[in-house]
C-alpha cells in the first residue's frame, strides 16, 4: 500500500478523483432520468441527450438569438439611456413632465460636480460627498436606487429624510457638540443671531412676488418652507417642509443643505462688501469664563422658555437642549459622546444621501424649483447682510465694539458660518482670531431659526 507519510500528495488526488467519478455518475443518472424517448426533443428537458431541450423552470421564457441577446444587452446600457431614454413623470407640484436621458446624465454630471467640490476643494466634505453620490446613484438609468417601495435610497428618504425623524436627532448631536459659553458670556451677541432671521422672513415676501409671474402659484405654507432656507441650517428646513408644503421637501433641502455646504463661497463676498477693512480689524476682548452651573441652567430654561411660549418650537429647541445638558451635566459622557461622534455620523451620513436621492430631472429642472433654489440663495445673502449690517448698527452704542465680520455667523450653519468669519478677519490682521466670539451669533442663529420655524408652524400650520 501507499506509505501515506512519503506521499500524501497521491492519496489526495486518489480521493478527489473518486469523489469526481461518484459525481459524474450521480449526475448522469439524473439528467437521464429527465429525458423522455418520445415526442418532440425540442419541447423535452435539456439534458445530454438532448442539448435542445428546455431546461427546466425556462419553459415560459422566450428564446433568443446571439443577435438579439448583443441587441438587448447594448439597449440596457446607460450610453443608450442617455440619447434614448424618455420617461414620464410628475414635479414636485404634481404636474406631469417628460424626462429625457440627457437630463438624467445632466444630473450625474451635477453629482460629479458636488462630489468634486467636497473631494478636492474641501468645502464641507462631510455634507458634500454623500449628497454628491446619492445624486449619482438615483440618477443611474435602470438601476432603481431611488424607485419605491424596495430602492435603497426610497428606504433612507422615507426612514427619516421625509419626517421629523433625522431632523430632530441631528439637533440633538448639534446641542451635544455646542458649547453655548461664547452666547452667556456676551448675550448681546444673540441680537446678530436674530438679525439673520431677517433673510427667513424677508424671503417670504420675494415667494409672495414670484406669485406675480404666470406660471408661479406658490401658497404661504409654500414661501415658509423656502424662506427658512435664509437661516442654512438643514434639519430645521426639513422639519418645516414636513409639517408645511411637503412637496416641496425635496426641493428646499438640497437648497438648504447645498448652501451651507458652499458658505465659505457665498459668505466672505458678502462680508467684504459690507465692512472696510478697519471694521475687519477690530479685535474683541477675551470672553469671561462661564461656570459650570451657568452651562447647565442655559439649556434647561431655554427649553421651559420655548414650552412655554412657542410650543411648536419645542421638539427642535427641546432636542437641541437635550443633547446640550447632556454635555454639560458631565455624568453621562457616554450618551453626549454616542450622540456628537457615533450617532450623529451615521444619521448625518444616511440625511445626506436621502437629500442626494432627490436631485433628479422632474424634481429640479422645471421653472419652479428653479425658483426656489435662486430664491433660497437670496434669503441667505440677506440673513449675512443683515447680520453684518445690524452689528455695525451696534457699534454705533457700544463702547466696546464688536467686529461686524461675526454678524454673519449669525446663520445656523454651525459652526461653519464661524469658521468664515475668523478666516476672513485673519486676512485683515492675522492676529485677530474671532472664532470664539463668532460661536456666540452662530449657536443663537440655530436658535433663531428654530424659533422662526416655531412661529410659521403655529400660525400657518
Known sequence: MLNLKKD?????????????????????????????PQGNTNTQAASFSNPGGIIQGSENIPRISIFKFVKKIVETTSIAAFFNDKISKTTPAGLPITVFGWQELLMIIVGFIIVYLGAAKNFEPLLLLPIGFGTIFVNIPFAGMGDAPNGFLNIIYNAGVGN???????????????????????PKTALLGAAAQFGVFG????????????????TMKDACAIGIIGGADGPTTIYIASKLAPHLLATVAVAAYSY????????????????????RKIRMKQLRHVSPIEKMLFPLSSFVLSILLIPAAAPLIGSLMFGN?????????????TMQNELLNMVSLFLSLGVGSQMTPEKFLNPASLSIVLLGLLAFAIATASGLLVAKFMNLFLKEKINPLIGSAGVSAVPMAARVSNKVGLEADPGNFLIMHAMGPNVAGVIGTAIAAGVMIAVYG
Not at 463661497?265 to 478697519?278: D, G, K, N
Not at 445638558?325 to 459622546?337: A, M, P
Open 8 to 36: 500524501p500528495r497521491m492519496v489526495t488526488l486518489i480521493v478527489l478523483t473518486m469523489i469526481t467519478v461518484a459525481f459524474v455518475f450521480s449526475f448522469m443518472g439524473r439528467v437521464m432520468a429527465q429525458s423522455s
Open 164 to 186: 421629523e425623524f433625522f431632523p430632530l436627532i441631528i439637533f440633538m448631536g448639534i446641542g451635544a457638540l455646542t458649547d453655548f459659553g461664547p452666547l452667556i458670556a456676551n
Open 203 to 218: 424671503t417670504i415676501f420675494g415667494v409672495a412676488a414670484f406669485n406675480l409671474v404666470p406660471g408661479f402659484e406658490f
Open 260 to 279: 451651507m455646504a458652499l458658505v465659505p463661497i457665498i459668505q466672505p463676498p458678502i462680508m467684504r462688501a459690507l465692512t472696510t477693512v478697519e471694521e
Open 325 to 337: 445638558f447632556l454635555r454639560e451635566i458631565g455624568i453621562v459622557d457616554r450618551l453626549s459622546k
